[in-house]
């Protein structure tokens, strides 16, 4: 069974795409819910977290993101400090889930933002990204998340370019229409993947 790798630039609608590929049967494995878990209240990622950025890393038993996220942003060193917590752990349960789904006969979907930046393409058979152009990644990340546009433009300077994922991908989801477009574009995209795949 095959193994997709869905990614694209914040605010590009990763998520949506995600939730319809569900929809379609496929076994979503994705990277933000295993993140959380492998620093969950009582964890040992989290108390390696408190260990390495001390009480205030931690509000109401859970990770304090917004404190951290502050911390890492730009700080290479605390990023780096945070990901080699994180990242291991999230690798464990991805793979866990990714091999029980492919055991069960599944399709599986491993949504995973930072793809490409974390060279993670090998990993799977064939990519997908989310596309928007970046103009209108800035509109929609500004009032999602309530940003100004410089810390907007900021946080989508700190990922690959979303013309270079574009440019690399092997399935390209345009999402710079409404809602109802995304899903025919989704619908396609699923249709062929299954003729490329169940003809074999």
């Known amino acids: 069974m095959k193994v997709i790798g869905l990614t ?13 590929l569900r929809g379609y049967g496929f076994a979503v494995v994705d990277a ?15 108390q390696e977290v408190i260990a390495v950025f001390g009480g205030e890393a931690v509000i109401d038993g859970e990770m304090n993101r917004p404190y951290i996220g502050q911390l890492v942003f730009n700080d290479p060193e605390k990023r780096a400090a945070l990901n080699s917590i994180i990242h291991p752990r999230v ?38 990204v989310v596309y928007v152009p970046e103009h209108l990644q800035l509109e929609r990340l500004m009032k999602r998340n309530d940003m100004t546009q410089e810390a907007a433009a900021a946080r989508i300077a700190s990922q690959l ?16 229409g409404d809602l109802q477009t995304l899903e025919q574009h989704v619908k396609k995209a699923v249709e062929q993947f299954f003729e490329r795949n169940e003809k074999k």
């Not at 889930?97 to 993670?120: C, F, H, S, T, W």
Request: charged share 30%; aromatic share 4%; no cysteine.
């Open 8 to 20: 694209g630039g914040i605010a590009s609608g990763k998520s949506t795409v995600s939730e319809l």
């Open 32 to 46: 933000d819910v295993a993140s959380r878990t492998a620093v969950a209240a009582g964890s040992d990622g989290l």
């Open 91 to 128: 690798r464990e349960i991805m793979a866990l889930e990714k091999r029980a789904a492919l055991q069960n006969g599944r399709y599986v979907v491993m949504d995973i933002p930072l793809l490409y930046e974390n060279k993670l393409e090998a990993t799977v058979d064939e990519v997908w």
């Open 161 to 176: 370019a979303i013309e270079e994922k574009k440019a690399r991908a092997d399935v390209v989801i345009d999402n710079s």
